[in-house]
């Protein structure tokens, strides 16, 4: 089954609707960011939007998980750029500030959501790991995908791979809304 991504912008979120933002537009609200990135109010925006109409978010760990090293290595570059290996970075007094960032910004996250597994013990994992062996597909967007058509969820993303994964999508992205 394809559904056509739905322009963010124009959604009108409501009470019934089962959300997963995708770990990009977590990053874009509550990430470090680049002041021009327009996405950011957008996102922004549409979060707002989503509270305001009582939608259920969900989150599931692979999101959480990549939320935190994104947002680290992220960090690492503006902070420490002068540390060549991201663990040296991470065993440095200056990562401990930076963990305590993420610390505070994965808790705002998570207030907002509901925890949801992505039943990998169910996954279909040979065609997965098929599927990620061809090179069209990120392994973490793939489970994420499934659980999105297991349990109903639409999801709210930026990211371009989401496109013919055969679910609901809510984007700014425009190669997504063509």
Known sequence: MTHKAEAVANYNFNPADKLLLDTNIWLLV???QKP???RVAVYSQALSNILAAQSHIYIDVLIVSEFIN???RSKWKLVAPHIKEFKTFRKSADFKLV???IAADIR???KHCTRVDSGFESLAIDT?????AAGDFDFNDQILANLCKKDGLKMVTDDGDFKSRGIPVIT????LLV
């Open 128 to 132: 997965l790991v098929d599927e990620y």
């Open 108 to 110: 705002q996250v998570l």
């Open 172 to 175: 700014a992205n425009k190669r």
């Open 30 to 32: 509550y990430g470090p």
């Open 99 to 101: 963990a305590q960032d």
């Open 36 to 38: 021009v990135d327009k």
């Open 70 to 72: 994104s947002y680290a």
